[in-house]
C-alpha cells in the first residue's frame, strides 16, 4: 500500500516534471554523475529489486552480453559506494551483491513515482533508450528530453541550465549529439 507520502509525490507534479525529478534522484543514486549509463542504472535497479542477486543472473534477466561491460559497472557501482559485495557462504565462486547507503535512499526516491516500483522503473528507463536511439545514452541525455517534455519548448541556454552544471563542453556535446541524431531540434 503506497504512503501518504508517495501518493502526494505522484500527484503533485506533471508527467515531465515527475520525469526530471526521477532522473535527478538516479544521478543522486549514481554519486552525482550525469554521464552515467542508462544501462548502469538498471542494473542498481535490478540489484535493489533482487537483492544478493549474482553478476551472471543480472546478464541473463537484463540480456546483457558483454561480461566485460558488466564488470565494469559492476565495479564502478561497488567503488563509488553504490552497492555491497557479499560472498556466498554456500559457493564461495558466487558473489552476492545489493544497494547500499546513499546509492538505495536515492534509489528509493525515484521508486516512489511508480505504483509497480521496480518494473514502473525498469519501463521508465526502457522508453528514453527507445527515444534516445544511441548505443549509450546517459542521464544526462535523458534529463534532456524530460526538460523539453516538461517545457515543451526551451532555448539552448536555458537546456543547458537545466543540467548539472557539468562541464559546458560536456554538456553542448550531448545536446548537439541529440540534434545530430534527430532526437531533438532547434527551432533557432
Not at 68 to 78: C, G, K, S
Not at 85 to 90: E, G
Not at 102 to 131: T, W
Amino acid at each position: 500500500m503506497d504512503s501518504m507520502k508517495t501518493q502526494a509525490k505522484r500527484a503533485m507534479h506533471t508527467r515531465g516534471q515527475k520525469s526530471c525529478l526521477v532522473i535527478d534522484h538516479l544521478v543522486e543514486a549514481l554519486a552525482g554523475d550525469p554521464s552515467s549509463s542508462i544501462k548502469r542504472v538498471m542494473i542498481l535497479n535490478h540489484i535493489d529489486e533482487n537483492p544478493g542477486i549474482t553478476q551472471t543472473e543480472i546478464m541473463k534477466n537484463l540480456g546483457i552480453k558483454s561480461k566485460t561491460t558488466m564488470n565494469r559497472d559492476i565495479d564502478w557501482l561497488f567503488n563509488y559506494g553504490c552497492i555491497h559485495r557479499n560472498q556466498d557462504r554456500k559457493d564461495g565462486r558466487a558473489i552476492k551483491l545489493e544497494t547500499c547507503g546513499y546509492a538505495k535512499r536515492a534509489l528509493e526516491s525515484a521508486l516512489d513515482y511508480f505504483p509497480k516500483r521496480h518494473k514502473g522503473l525498469q519501463n521508465f528507463l526502457n522508453r528514453y533508450i527507445k527515444v534516445l536511439k544511441q548505443a549509450r545514452p546517459t542521464l544526462r541525455d535523458a534529463r534532456i528530453i524530460a526538460t523539453l517534455y516538461n517545457k515543451v519548448k526551451s532555448s539552448k541556454p536555458e537546456l543547458i541550465d537545466s543540467l548539472y552544471n557539468g562541464p559546458a563542453t560536456t554538456d553542448n556535446r550531448a545536446y548537439k549529439k541529440l540534434l545530430d541524431d534527430g532526437v531533438i531540434k532547434d527551432d533557432g
